[in-house]
């Protein structure tokens, strides 16, 4: 299909529309509005999927570029609604766009109050989300990064579970925080370069001052960093996901924390590379006790929601470790790892909610034996286990390999503290897979749970398919970040070679003045 | 001799079957998975049905006995489905996946065997055949490609690994006939022959990475096999997780590798490591002992041996045979494989050595006292492959695979001999409650003591000749750290001896110490018993592959080897000279071996020939001596109490102390500061559109206050 006709416009506000056709239906029929949802996200699905095979990794360009003024805002900028595919950005609108289907199907399970409101808001995140991946204008990216959040506020405090209140507020407070601080920055940055295209921002950001960058790289940082989170600004993770409904759980796992890992790159590494390599060390060290720590917070964990959510700081952990190893195979180790978490974890949380709806408990206690009643259920859970805890042959050993093999590269000690997260991570997921699956029925309502109807397992397949592919052909992936991550890499050298020189200069200098 | 490593083979496109070798049994699996839901729903209908008509399970576990054309053994199917903790029922068409999994392993040994014959016929230095490569991962830097890669190592490799698979698989067709999950274990098994042979044939190191954990992963399966008991389960995450260990390792090694070499393609490594030695020692000897760590965990080496033993504990002896004569040979085929990197530092051969001494003789103390027939067995394996290491440490490559060969032979013989006692048992394992069986099940008893005979190292059995070709080769390196390790070996050849026989007196002879009137041994079904023989004979003449020097007789495995193993042999040699025993010395070497085996075979076999009382009178005189060798010298005892334990409390600190009360404490700290926002928040989000668009709105205003303040 010619590409001039599926813009990546029409992408990302195809799931808008959607919620407005929704929006005009009465509120009673339920079954439209699912309908009407779950034709919104197919149709996203496949213009995303035919956007993402049209791209060519080999070349930093930006593709599939759409721009149209917009406003200016006092002092003369010019604000442009500015969209564009890159390489740092089409595996996570890939990602993004396969998820989407599959969450509204989720939700057929457990949401049925309310909903016409809760299939508006899905709607709109993924609008948001889309648009936080695309938008290649500053300030048109800060508009769809708050449109991206607001719906998870109101998914987490209508839909979620006892202690929701709690969890939203946690999560609004860390949010707001960090997104403040990063406005500033933004509208620093945009005035003081004269533009808000990102393209030419980071051109003009990379040669700033170092100590210029720092700033602003710490500003935008903290933000991305709560968002992943980096660990210490994690704890309102395994509250909101423990609140939050499994949809809700699998969009935030699946997308919602790569806007944090997505914007580390493009507006941390890519666009503040000098301040990136000074910061190196230090994010990289944040990455790896994120790894241990999270692994072992996830250890002393009873209920089975919150470990899935305390391992997400340990495998966001190496994410940020392979970004700031700063070197090619780490930047596409934790590209890729970033669709692996997407989909390992999000698998797992779609199979905790199925169960839940069943049993209504997310104590490891309270399971036991159910491989023997619900085959099916322990097919997938195993297969999910596996694909996280990175088995050769499926996704995450591939984005777990090149990200710790880039960390070699970049420090050795790291690296070997880091590898011991693949201990850790067997620990930890086998010894809930076993308390779940394995053993005798203790329970005796366990004993007349239903096994998986042919609708949930239907929706697991396409990433049960994706993990596969990944592990198996991973250069079909790896190949369209090629082209953005050389272009990062060659800017990050620039930055090291200028550092090199800088430092030479200094003696020169000072002969000169002892001269005098 | 030849004079270099041969060159790095490139794939061609001729050579492309060599995927079906692993790509046979892959097939096998997923086709055994898909029989095995089907059987699952069948299953569930008849369930409904049987229940609707008043009939339980159990009625119907009788019949599935029937298939075994032994009545006597029908006639008890119904207890003994109950001693499994699962009723037998009816395969269904489950009952296909045998013949699907041993089919494919029959395909895959005849492939082997082409395979075999193409190398035979090939010039010696010449003798690699590789496929075309897949390029699987591209890290930026240097591409990690996999072919399928024959050389004379790979070979033997894939005749043992397909050969004694098929017998397993044949065998295990009449083991587990009437499990509920007859299918589903030929998956399993078929999925790990997958794995293996994926591990031996891979070009690349991470290639072999790839079989290295799927063995891990079926081994996992395989151990858990009938969960619901709980504890295999919790065995099985234990082998997993302690190979992981070992796994974390490894990958260190390959970083190391790629850093030194710039590919993970073995063979550029065996050939890049002669010219880097000089200039890269330390990284050499890191890049092995990393490796060799990997090794520990899969091979089960101290300290990662403790999961081995558990491991095989578990209910199916197939599941612990396919471990015992392939999978923990994993580590000495990856020595060998890599051996010129493993050649280039003397101070890794010597830990190896040391670690392989040591293993061997800790495993073989512990297997004097066990009572679980298993677990005897279990154990000397661990210590047999301590012997592979302590050959491979004194560069002893084919020695190593020697006797590698011939153990897969005996300890698949004695293994699936003990299932075939536990099975005419109904599910005894303790070998004090045995005794006298060799009336009851006359096949078993004649193979089982062929085995033994190989383990134990009697003259001229394949045991024999292997093992004491790795001691001779111990004894030559001539300095005192390997005469000590020389010693160790002797001495647990004398320990080998005395718990072989000890567990044939108590298992086939004496008198029956069960209660005859509640179990009735008999003899396995042919599909059984037909494997144990060809092991038997294998097992007795495999010596033959192997001959030593002084008998004048080509060294068949050696000779075969030589293109694999001569750049580490010749490293060797420039770095220590070439060290050659004597005719006479080799003569007494021989004979100071089998005057061990056979005085402490004879006292093993004479001390309980009569019964368990010497155990009784041991156990009674110094029970604490008794303990720590039951228990493997306490070494797992220990890992709970000084690692599992801090390892748990750790967790509980972080989570509670750190976690929950330091950070989340702050958080909350300065969460109840700002009240008067919370409040607002609150209201916000329980959902009124219009307090949203108050809010966004403060934030547009927020934003433009900003740009006028500047402007």
Known sequence: MPTNVLTLTVLVFLPLVGALLIAATPSKAVGLQRGIALVATLAVAWVGMLLCLDFDGSTAAVQFGQTAPWFTLPGGVDVHYRLGMDGISVLLVGLTSILGPIVVLSTWGHIHERVKEFMIWLLVMQTGMLGVFLSLDLILFYVFWETSLIPLYFILGIWGGERRLYATIKFFLYTVAGSLVMLIAAIWLIWTAGTADVMKLIDVAGAMPVDTQLWLFAAFALAFAIKVPVMPFHTWLPDAHTEAPTSGSVILAGVLLKMGTYGLLRFGIAMFPGAALQAAPWMMALGVIGIVYGAFLAMAQTDVKRLIACSSVSHLGYVVLGLFALTEAGLRGSLLQMVNHGLSTGLLFLLIGMIYERRHTRALDQYGGIASVMPFFALFLVFAVLSSVGLPGLNGFVGEYLILLGTWQASPWLAAIAVTGVIFGAVYLLMATRKMLFGPVVHSENRSLSDLNGREIGLMLPIVALCVWIGVQPNAFLDRTDGSLRDVVSRIERARSARTASVEIVPVHRLEIEAR | ?711
């Open chain 2, 1 to 711: 001799m030849l004079q270099q490593a041969p060159p790095i083979p490139t794939g061609s496109q001729a050579y492309d079957w060599l995927w079906l070798i692993p790509a046979l049994p892959l097939a096998a699996a997923a086709l055994c998975g898909i029989l095995h839901f089907l059987t699952l729903r069948s299953r569930g209908a008849w369930k409904k049905k049987a229940t609707a008509h008043g009939h339980g399970e159990h009625g119907h576990a009788g019949h599935g006995h029937d298939d075994h054309g032994d009545a006597g053994h029908a006639a008890h199917g119904a207890d003994h489905g109950a001693d499994h903790g699962h009723a037998k029922v009816a395969a269904g068409i489950g009952g296909l996946g045998p013949w699907v999994a041993a089919l494919s392993m029959y395909a895959a040994f005849a492939l082997s065997l082409k395979g075999f014959a193409i190398l035979r016929d090939l010039p010696e230095a010449a003798r690699v055949i590789r496929s075309t490569s897949w390029s699987w991962i591209d890290t930026g830097t240097f591409g990690i490609d996999i072919a399928m890669h024959l050389d004379p190592l790979s070979s033997v490799m894939t005749l043992v690994v397909t050969g004694i698979g098929a017998l397993i698989f044949t065998y295990a067709a009449g083991y587990m006939k009437g499990d509920p999950g007859y299918a589903k274990f030929f998956g399993y098994l078929a999925l790990f022959a997958f794995s293996m042979l994926m591990l031996v044939l891979s070009s690349s190191l991470i290639g072999l990475f790839v079989g290295w954990e799927g063995v891990g992963l079926c081994s996992y399966l395989l151990i858990g096999f009938w969960y619901e008991k709980g504890w295999p389960a919790e065995a099985g995450q234990k082998a997993f997780v302690m190979n992981r260990i070992g796994d974390a390792s490894f990958l260190l090694g390959t970083f190391l590798l790629a850093q030194l070499f710039g590919s993970l393609d073995m063979a550029a490594i065996v050939a890049g490591v002669p010219g880097s030695i000089s200039a890269h020692s330390t990284e050499l000897f890191l890049a092995g002992l990393f490796l060799f760590g990997g090794a520990c965990g899969k091979s089960a080496q101290i300290p990662l041996f403790t999961w081995l033993p558990d491991a095989m504990a578990g209910r199916t002896p197939v599941s612990a045979l396919i471990h015992a004569a392939t999978m923990v040979t994993a580590g000495v085929y990856l020595v060998v494989r890599l051996n010129p990197l493993f050649a280039a530092s003397p101070t890794l051969l010597a830990i190896i050595g040391i670690v392989a001494a040591v293993t061997a003789f800790v495993a073989g103390t512990t297997a004097l006292v066990q009572r679980d027939i298993k677990k005897v067995l279990a154990y000397s394996t661990v210590s047999q492959l301590g012997y592979m290491f302590l050959g491979l440490a004194s560069g002893a490559w084919a020695a190593a695979i020697f006797h590698l060969v011939t153990h897969a032979f005996f300890k698949a013989l004695l293994f699936l001999g003990a299932g075939s006692v536990i099975h005419g048992m109904h599910e005894e394992q303790d070998m004090h409650k045995m005794g006298g069986l060799k009336r009851h099940m006359p096949a078993t008893f004649l193979t089982f003591i062929a085995g033994a005979a190989a383990l134990s190292g009697l003259p001229l059995l394949s045991g024999f000749f292997s093992k004491d070709e790795i001691l001779a080769h111990t004894f030559a390196q001539g300095t005192p750290l390997y005469y000590a390790l020389w010693a160790v070996g002797i001495v647990t050849a004398a320990l080998t001896a005395f718990y072989t026989w000890r567990m044939v007196a108590l298992t086939f002879f004496g008198k029956e110490r069960f209660d005859a009137a509640k179990v009735h041994p008999h003899e396995s079904p042919a599909v059984m018993t037909l494997p144990l023989m060809v092991l038997a004979v294998l097992s007795v003449f495999g010596g033959a592959l192997g001959l030593p020097v002084v008998f004048n007789a080509p060294h068949l495995l050696a000779e075969w080897l030589e293109p694999v193993t001569a750049s580490g042999t010749r490293i060797l040699h420039e770095a220590h000279g070439e060290h050659e025993l004597s005719h006479a010395t080799e003569w007494v070497l021989l004979g100071l071996g089998s005057l061990i085996a056979i005085v402490f075979a004879v006292r093993g076999f004479r001390a309980y020939v009569g019964g368990t009382a010497r155990d009784l009178d041991r156990e009674a005189k110094s029970p604490r001596l008794a303990a720590f060798l039951g228990d493997a010298w306490t070494i797992d005892t220990k890992y709970t109490t000084f690692i599992v334990g801090p390892v748990k409390l750790l967790a509980f600190v972080i989570a509670v102390v750190v976690d929950a009360f330091a950070i989340d404490g702050l958080v909350n700290g300065v969460a109840a500061m700002t009240r008067g926002i919370g409040g607002r928040v609150r209201k916000m989000a329980d959902g009124s559109i219009a307090t949203y668009g108050l809010w966004m709105g403060a934030v547009t205003a927020l934003m433009a206050f900003l740009f006028l303040w500047k402007h």
